[in-house]
């Protein structure tokens, strides 16, 4: 059972325009949520998170919005550029520094100029 | 600033044979370090999570006799898989965790002939 999920698998944008990512999860206790970002041939780097106890974070052209009702939240990457170009993983958490990080299945953003 | 780092980068191995794998945190003390295995197939896949003064716990279709796993110290650890075989292929990623924020290397890519 697929506990964090994923869409699109992919999206293709224009320079420019703003991403939408989007996310959601089954288990009711995960609260920490972080995005990574991977490029090809690299490990994946913590981009942005937020904890349940928000409902946005934003960094820059970077923000997550968070609906702990529905379990989802979404990534929006505005003025998106060509670089942003990666696969994006939404991850959760439950509770405590070490319990284990649950992935999604990434979605591959393309921006096109 | 927190990094991870993570060599070899990739290795090239027999089936049959064992390769090992290291992970080091700079910058910060981790208090937990998981390893991970990324394919195309299965995204992420948790091998074990290792937390200051707790026992290794693996996840379910991976085990200590096939990945042993030492975590010294806060800063370091390995991995060895052995006996590896074609589905042992893939990019084995550490992520050393700080807190809720969880650092990844660059990962070791492993092909197994």
């Known amino acids: 059972q697929q506990q964090v999920r994923q869409s699109p698998q992919s999206l293709t944008v224009w320079e420019g325009e703003t991403a939408i990512l989007n996310c959601s999860y089954e288990?009711?206790?995960?609260?920490?949520f972080p995005w990574y970002q991977q490029f090809p041939g690299e490990g994946p780097a913590l981009l942005i998170s937020?904890?349940?106890?928000?409902d946005k974070k934003e960094d820059g052209r970077f923000t997550i919005f968070f609906n702990k009702r529905e379990k989802k939240l979404s990534l929006h990457i505005t003025d998106s550029q060509p670089g942003d170009s990666a696969t994006y993983f939404c991850?959760?958490?439950?509770?405590?520094?070490?319990?284990?990080?649950?992935f999604g299945e990434g979605t591959k953003l393309t921006v096109s100029s | 600033g927190a990094l991870v780092y993570q060599y070899p980068r990739r290795t090239i191995c027999k089936s049959g044979t064992s390769m090992r794998m290291e992970c080091q945190a700079v910058?910060?003390?981790?208090?937990?370090v998981a390893w991970y295995r990324q394919s195309p197939q299965k995204t992420f896949e948790l091998i074990a999570l290792?937390?200051?003064?707790?026992?290794?716990?693996?996840e379910q279709n991976f085990t200590q006799e096939k990945f042993p796993i030492s975590h010294p110290n806060l800063s370091f650890s390995s991995m060895t898989v052995l006996n590896a075989y074609l589905e042992d292929r893939g990019l084995y990623l550490c992520?050393?965790?700080?807190?809720?924020?969880?650092?990844f290397g660059p990962g070791t890519r492993l092909t197994v002939l």
């Open positions: 288990d009711s206790t995960f609260n920490y």
């Open positions: 992520g050393a965790r700080s807190g809720y924020e969880q650092y």
């Open positions: 290792s937390t200051v003064n707790s026992a290794i716990k693996y």
């Open positions: 910058g910060f003390q981790a208090t937990s």
């Open positions: 937020i904890s349940s106890v928000s």
């Open positions: 991850a959760a958490s439950g509770q405590g520094g070490s319990a284990k990080l649950i």
